[in-house]
């Protein structure tokens, strides 16, 4: 069977959807902003910036030029050691490993737990319990947990890792923005958060652009050195930093997308919903894990099945577009083979997610009629 012309094809996110949903008040926000002549570091970036802290529960916020630099930002303005370790999963956006080499650190990759894909907090115990990671007594000086999918990790039992251990705690939020846990939401749990909008998150600009939250005003004065030279007046750099600037024209178009991110979120959730009743039968797929206490955000729709790739052919002949997030754990890409540590039992339930998880259509626009024909498509593939 294959789309016909009656039929568009879905495809499994649309950017240029969300534009075009919000579009008279995305171009006056941007008309705005032109008009200002002010278009790095102005006042559309301070108004976003508190607005995005209020929003998610902190003190202060940090404009970035991307997700990734977020995180870059929130490592060098913990002041680790050179010897220290920082652990994450390696099931992720490379991002989010790239982020503690490009900080000058070591990756310590800890195994995920199958049903959340989130990190495994027994596992990341057992790192934390060898006394030297290496013969020169590296430590875990920081621990970013992934909020992947729009579902958030077990933050209690990292909380509780981090005041026996020592550690400091940087969520990356890349995926869950406007999720909650146990009352709060994801990003104002950590020491620091990293968010990232690029366009298909679920609050995503047109372009690049992140940010750093944190309630510490030592951390948050120190970002705003270091995203900028490390200046604290300008021209003159009392450390070394970087140019990370979250530009005018992005933070127009997020103040517009912040006041539509939670009724953007209930329609991911409606969709979620229909993917759930609809799919219940088959027991050859892995449906989403919700976690006690907190709220899943869809930023993707994630299936589990064992032939994945069979699976996302069929769909594909259907006009129905899906995608792997993510086909390769970063500890088996060439480019970090050699270059990361590895915890405890190895990364077994990593390397079976990157084989079996598959990405459902999922975006605010997408509407009912359109997720049904994804769940009629996958009841005839059988």
Not at 29 to 41: D, F, K, P, Q, V
Not at 154 to 171: S, T
Not at 240 to 269: P, W, Y
Request: glycine share 10%; net charge neutral; proline share 5%.
């Amino acid at each position: 069977m294959h789309v016909t012309m009656s039929e568009q094809a879905i495809p499994q996110a649309d950017p240029r959807a969300g534009y075009r949903a919000h579009k008279a008040e995305i171009d006056a926000a941007l008309a705005r902003m032109l008009e200002t002549g002010r278009y790095i570091l102005g006042p559309e970036v301070a108004a976003f910036e508190q607005e995005f802290a209020a929003y998610i529960g902190t003190r202060h916020g940090i404009g970035a030029a991307s997700g990734t630099e977020a995180l870059v930002l929130a490592l060098k303005a913990l002041d680790l050691g050179p010897n220290d370790y920082v652990a994450t999963v390696s099931h992720t956006a490379v991002a989010t490993v790239a982020a503690i080499e490009l900080a000058g650190l070591t990756p310590l990759l800890i195994d995920i737990d199958p049903a959340t894909y989130t990190i495994d907090t027994a596992k990341l115990a057992a790192a934390l319990a060898q006394p030297a990671i290496n013969s020169k007594g590296g430590r875990v000086g920081a621990v970013i947990p992934v909020h992947l999918y729009g579902l958030g990790a077990d933050m209690n039992a990292i909380g509780a890792l981090a005041k026996q251990h020592g550690f400091r705690i940087i969520e990356d939020c890349a995926q869950s923005h406007g999720a909650w846990l146990d009352g709060r939401r994801l990003g104002s749990i950590g020491d620091l958060a990293a968010f990232s909008f690029y366009p298909t998150k679920n609050l995503g600009g047109i372009g690049d652009g992140g940010a750093v939250l944190t309630n510490d005003p030592v951390l948050a004065a120190r970002l705003k050195e270091l995203r900028e030279y490390g200046w604290r007046r300008r021209y003159i750099s009392d450390r070394t930093g970087m140019n990370s600037r979250l530009d005018e024209m992005q933070a127009a178009i997020l103040r517009v997308k912040l006041r539509h991110l939670d009724g953007d979120n209930a329609r991911r959730q409606a969709i979620a919903g229909i993917y759930d009743y609809g799919l219940r039968w088959r027991e050859n797929i892995g449906l989403p894990a919700r976690r006690s206490g907190g709220t899943h955000v869809f930023h993707q729709y994630v299936l589990r099945c064992r032939d994945r790739d069979a699976l996302q052919a069929a769909l594909q002949a259907r006009g129905i577009g899906t995608n792997i997030h993510y086909p390769v754990p970063v500890h088996l890409q060439p480019a970090y083979q050699d270059r990361v540590a590895i915890g405890p039992g190895g990364l077994p339930e990593s390397e079976r997610a990157a084989r079996e998880v598959l990405s459902l259509p999922i975006f605010p626009e997408l509407g009912e009629d359109r997720a049904a024909r994804v769940v009629a498509a996958l009841k005839a593939i059988g």
